[in-house]
C-alpha cells in the first residue's frame, strides 16, 4: 500500500477533531507511513491539537507524518483524504438559529438541519465547504477523494458544485441500532439492521438476527407496544402511520416533521427553559474535550487512553476500507443516490448501506421505499435543492421558498419576517448574501 496523505480541516473541533485524531491512531497499523495534516483556523486550539498528535505520534512508535497549518491551502495539495468537519462559530449562531424563529410563533425542534435553523445553518456552511472543495478540485490528482461533512445539504452542494467524489458521515445510525436493541433485549452485535433515507431521516426497511437471519420486525412490534409511552412517541406515530421504525430518534426527527411538537418537548411552550439546557450541553462537551486534550498534554496515562481509543465516527474505517480494498459493508453513508433508492430523485443525497473497496464507496441498491415514506422524503430533497441554490447563490426566493416548503413552517408572515430576521442577524457570516 502506498504511503496515504489524509488532511482534517477543524482539527482542533470540539469531539469530532479529537475522536478523528485517536481514531487515526487506534487504525495506525493499517495507515503506517500516512501523512497526516491538522487543519484550523484557531491558532490556539491547533497548536494543542498538533503537540497531542506528535506526543501520540512518539508514543506508537512514529508511524505518521504531522503536519499543521492554519492555512488549508498550505496542506491541501497532495491529500488523498480530506476530512472536513468545520463549523462557523457554531454555538452563537445556533443560538439565533434558535431564538428568532421562536419569536415569530414557529414551534422549533433543535434548529440544526431542518426547520429555519436548519436553512441557516446551510447558509453559513455551504459556502465555506465549496470553497475548500474548489480548491481542492483545481488541484492535481482529484480522484479518490474523500470529504466528510454530516450535512446532507452540504453534501449535495460538494456533489452539485465540485466533481470531488464525496461521502457524508454520520453516528446516528447507532442510535437507531441501540433503541432497537434495548427493545428487543439483544446485544447491538446480534441484530443485522438496514436503514435508508436522508441523514436524521432514515426508515429501519429490515430488522433481522445476524445467526438465524429471523425477521425481528414482529417481535419488536410487541415489545415497542411495552415501553413507556414517553420512549420515542413520535418514531411511534410515524411508525404506526407509515409501517416502518424510523432509525435516527426523537429530537433529530422532529426537526422534519410538522406536528413533532405535539410529542418534543424542545417544542413545548416551556421551551424557554429547555433550550439553556440544549447549549449547555454542547458547552459542556465542549469542556469535556478540552479537559481532555490538555491532560493527555502531560499525563501518560491520559495520553495512552487516548491512543487506545476509537470513537463511533467512520470515517477512517472507511479510509482503511479503500486503502486495503476490504469491501466492507457500512450501515449509513451519505451519497449521491443514483438510483440506489428507486423512487427517490437520482441527484438526491441519501442515507444508505454501501460497500467500501479500493473503488471507493458505493450505495447498495436497496430498491423502493413504501410509497408514504418516499413521499416524506421526496418533500425534503425538494427543501435541501432549494436551501443549496440559495446558500451559493445568495437568493433570498430560493431561502423563502425553502422555508415555505418546510413542515416546520406554517406562516407565510412568520417565514418572510423571520428570513428578514436571521439573514440581518447573521449578516456577518453569510459571504453569498449582499447586505440590504
Same mark, same amino acid.
Request: overall charge negative; aromatic content about 6%; hydrophobic content about 45%.
Given at each position: 500500500?502506498?504511503?496515504?496523505?489524509?488532511?482534517?480541516?477543524?482539527?482542533?473541533?470540539?469531539?469530532?477533531?479529537?475522536?478523528?485524531?485517536?481514531?487515526?491512531?487506534?487504525?495506525?497499523?493499517?495507515?503506517?507511513?500516512?501523512?497526516?495534516?491538522?487543519?484550523?483556523?484557531?491558532?490556539? !486550539?491547533?497548536?494543542?491539537?498538533?503537540?497531542?498528535?506528535?506526543?501520540?505520534?512518539?508514543?506508537?512508535?512514529?508511524?505518521?507524518?504531522?503536519?499543521?497549518?492554519?492555512?488549508?491551502?498550505?496542506?491541501?495539495?497532495?491529500?488523498?483524504?480530506?476530512?472536513?468537519?468545520?463549523?462557523?462559530?457554531?454555538?452563537?449562531?445556533?443560538?439565533?438559529?434558535?431564538?428568532?424563529?421562536?419569536?415569530?410563533?414557529?414551534?422549533?425542534?433543535?434548529?440544526?438541519?431542518?426547520?429555519?435553523?436548519?436553512?441557516?445553518?446551510?447558509?453559513?456552511?455551504?459556502?465555506?465547504?465549496?470553497?475548500?472543495?474548489?480548491?481542492?478540485?483545481?488541484?492535481?490528482?482529484?480522484?479518490?477523494?474523500?470529504?466528510?461533512?454530516?450535512?446532507?445539504?452540504?453534501?449535495?452542494?460538494?456533489?452539485?458544485?465540485?466533481?470531488?467524489?464525496?461521502?457524508?458521515?454520520?453516528?446516528?445510525?447507532?442510535?437507531?441500532?441501540?433503541?432497537?436493541?434495548?427493545?428487543?433485549?439483544?446485544?447491538?452485535?446480534?441484530?443485522?439492521?438496514?436503514?435508508?433515507?436522508?441523514?436524521?431521516?432514515?426508515?429501519?426497511?429490515?430488522?433481522?438476527?445476524?445467526?438465524?437471519?429471523?425477521?425481528?420486525?414482529? !417481535?419488536?412490534?410487541?415489545?415497542?407496544?411495552?415501553?413507556?409511552?414517553?420512549?420515542? #412517541?413520535?418514531?411511534?406515530?410515524?411508525?404506526?402511520?407509515?409501517?416502518?421504525?424510523?432509525?435516527?430518534?426523537?429530537?433529530?426527527?422532529?426537526?422534519?416533521?410538522?406536528?413533532?411538537?405535539?410529542?418534543?418537548?424542545?417544542?413545548?411552550?416551556?421551551?424557554?427553559?429547555?433550550?439553556?439546557?440544549?447549549?449547555?450541553?454542547?458547552?459542556?462537551?465542549?469542556?469535556?474535550?478540552?479537559?481532555?486534550?490538555?491532560?493527555?498534554?502531560?499525563?501518560?496515562?491520559?495520553?495512552?487512553?487516548?491512543?487506545?481509543?476509537?470513537?463511533?465516527?467512520?470515517?477512517? #474505517?472507511?479510509?482503511?476500507?479503500?486503502?486495503?480494498?476490504?469491501?466492507?459493508?457500512?450501515?449509513?453513508?451519505?451519497?449521491?443516490?443514483?438510483?440506489?433508492?428507486?423512487?427517490?430523485?437520482?441527484?438526491?443525497?441519501?442515507?444508505?448501506?454501501?460497500?467500501?473497496?479500493?473503488?471507493?464507496?458505493?450505495?447498495?441498491?436497496?430498491?423502493?421505499?413504501?410509497?408514504?415514506?418516499?413521499?416524506?422524503?421526496?418533500?425534503?430533497?425538494?427543501?435541501?435543492?432549494?436551501?443549496?441554490?440559495?446558500?451559493?447563490?445568495?437568493?433570498?426566493?430560493?431561502?423563502?421558498?425553502?422555508?415555505?416548503?418546510?413542515?416546520?413552517?406554517?406562516?407565510?408572515?412568520?417565514?418572510?419576517?423571520?428570513?428578514?430576521?436571521?439573514?440581518?442577524?447573521?449578516?456577518?457570516?453569510?459571504?453569498?448574501?449582499?447586505?440590504?
Amino acid at each position: 500500500m502506498p504511503d496515504s496523505h489524509i488532511v482534517l480541516i477543524g482539527a482542533g473541533s470540539a469531539g469530532v477533531g479529537l475522536d478523528t485524531l485517536c481514531d487515526l491512531f487506534a487504525h495506525r497499523d493499517d495507515l503506517a507511513g500516512a501523512t497526516i495534516g491538522l487543519v484550523d483556523v484557531d491558532a490556539p !486550539a491547533l497548536a494543542k491539537v498538533e503537540r497531542l498528535a506528535q506526543r501520540l505520534n512518539a508514543a506508537s512508535g512514529a508511524p505518521f507524518t504531522i503536519q499543521a497549518s492554519t492555512d488549508r491551502r498550505a496542506l491541501l495539495p497532495g491529500a488523498e483524504f480530506v476530512i472536513i468537519a468545520v463549523e462557523v462559530n457554531r454555538l452563537p449562531l445556533w443560538r439565533l438559529d434558535w431564538e428568532i424563529p421562536r419569536r415569530h410563533g414557529v414551534r422549533h425542534i433543535l434548529g440544526e438541519n431542518g426547520g429555519p435553523g436548519g436553512l441557516l445553518h446551510a447558509l453559513r456552511t455551504v459556502p465555506l465547504v465549496l470553497e475548500i472543495a474548489r480548491y481542492r478540485s483545481a488541484l492535481p490528482g482529484r480522484t479518490g477523494h474523500q470529504f466528510y461533512q454530516p450535512l446532507s445539504r452540504a453534501c449535495l452542494a460538494l456533489s452539485r458544485y465540485t466533481r470531488l467524489n464525496v461521502i457524508g458521515l454520520c453516528h446516528q445510525i447507532g442510535a437507531g441500532l441501540a433503541n432497537v436493541a434495548q427493545t428487543l433485549d439483544l446485544d447491538e452485535s446480534e441484530i443485522d439492521l438496514q436503514a435508508v433515507g436522508i441523514n436524521h431521516f432514515t426508515w429501519i426497511t429490515a430488522l433481522r438476527h445476524r445467526r438465524s437471519g429471523a425477521d425481528l420486525y414482529p !417481535a419488536f412490534r410487541t415489545r415497542l407496544a411495552l415501553r413507556p409511552p414517553t420512549f420515542e #412517541p413520535l418514531s411511534r406515530r410515524l411508525y404506526d402511520a407509515f409501517g416502518l421504525f424510523p432509525a435516527t430518534g426523537d429530537d433529530h426527527l422532529g426537526e422534519e416533521i410538522g406536528w413533532a411538537w405535539e410529542t418534543d418537548p424542545l417544542a413545548a411552550d416551556t421551551a424557554a427553559a429547555v433550550e439553556p439546557a440544549l447549549f449547555r450541553s454542547q458547552q459542556g462537551l465542549k469542556e469535556m474535550t478540552a479537559a481532555a486534550l490538555d491532560e493527555a498534554l502531560h499525563d501518560d496515562d491520559a495520553l495512552a487512553a487516548l491512543l487506545d481509543h476509537r470513537s463511533d465516527e467512520r470515517i477512517v #474505517p472507511v479510509i482503511c476500507g479503500v486503502l486495503h480494498n476490504r469491501l466492507q459493508l457500512e450501515l449509513a453513508v451519505n451519497v449521491v443516490n443514483h438510483g440506489a433508492v428507486h423512487n427517490l430523485p437520482d441527484w438526491m443525497v441519501v442515507e444508505t448501506p454501501a460497500v467500501v473497496s479500493r473503488a471507493g464507496v458505493q450505495p447498495l441498491a436497496v430498491g423502493d421505499l413504501p410509497a408514504g415514506c418516499a413521499a416524506l422524503l421526496q418533500q425534503r430533497s425538494a427543501i435541501a435543492s432549494l436551501t443549496v441554490e440559495a446558500a451559493v447563490h445568495g437568493d433570498r426566493q430560493a431561502a423563502l421558498q425553502a422555508l415555505l416548503l418546510d413542515p416546520v413552517v406554517n406562516s407565510y408572515t412568520a417565514a418572510a419576517a423571520l428570513l428578514d430576521d436571521l439573514l440581518a442577524a447573521q449578516a456577518g457570516y453569510l459571504p453569498t448574501f449582499a447586505p440590504t
